[in-house]
């Protein structure tokens, strides 16, 4: 059984990181439910059609912007194993030039520990995303002490930023949490896959 090439490994890990966004903006976005009245009275049900457009529209934009940092973090590890070297997170961080400067460290702490884990599954072997987590984890203690730390990181980093973001505060308190709780769901579901 031969090993995946990284490019391979890669391209599963940007899969799976895709899937778990796509879950997640479906938990944070509202789908738009029609009424009675959107499904009878033809103009309504234009309208109601808009709505699902838009809502289309807000699933891609949220994965896309969820997607980020993550690819960002991957393409860090990949060339630094490509290139047999450390992986450069002054660079990594600098790409991320809006930050407020109270962020920047917890946005290095997050980002240090989600390239840590990319390099892990693009050195370990296995020709399945879920084989590469159960070779490098070895058990599902392992995985979720894994995933517990990284949601305390992210959401760290997350905190940091609420002051920066306009809006309303408990609009934003609420949607944080959201995806706070959807990646929280997310993970622990994917850690009872892997290792079930």
């Known amino acids: 059984?031969?090993?995946?090439?990284?490019?391979?490994?890669?391209?599963?890990?940007?899969?799976?990181?895709?899937?778990?966004?796509?879950?997640?903006?479906?938990?944070?976005?509202?789908?738009?439910?029609?009424?009675?009245?959107?499904?009878?009275?033809?103009?309504?049900?234009?309208?109601?059609?808009?709505?699902?457009?838009?809502?289309?529209?807000?699933?891609?934009?949220?994965?896309?912007?969820?997607?980020?940092?993550?690819?960002?973090?991957?393409d860090t590890a990949f060339d630094a194993l490509q290139n047999r070297k450390s992986p450069d997170l002054d660079q990594l961080v600098a790409l991320a030039d809006t930050l407020p400067a109270t962020a920047i460290p917890l946005y290095r702490d997050w980002m240090s520990l989600l390239v840590d884990h990319y390099c892990s599954l693009l050195q370990a072997s296995g020709k399945s995303h879920a084989e590469r987590l159960r070779a490098y984890y070895q058990n599902k203690s392992s995985y979720l002490l894994f995933c517990n730390q990284l949601n305390k990181k992210e959401k760290a980093f997350n905190v940091a930023l609420m002051p920066t973001i306009e809006g309303d505060m408990q609009d934003i308190t609420y949607i944080l949490e959201k995806m706070e709780q959807g990646v929280v769901n997310l993970r622990r579901r994917e850690v009872d896959e892997v290792f079930s």
């Open 1 to 74: 059984m031969s090993n995946l090439s990284m490019d391979e490994k890669k391209r599963q890990i940007v899969d799976n990181e895709e899937i778990m966004a796509r879950q997640l903006a479906r938990t944070v976005i509202e789908k738009p439910v029609p009424s009675v009245w959107m499904i009878l009275i033809p103009v309504f049900f234009v309208y109601y059609a808009y709505k699902i457009k838009q809502y289309s529209n807000g699933l891609q934009e949220f994965t896309d912007n969820y997607l980020v940092s993550r690819r960002r973090a991957l």
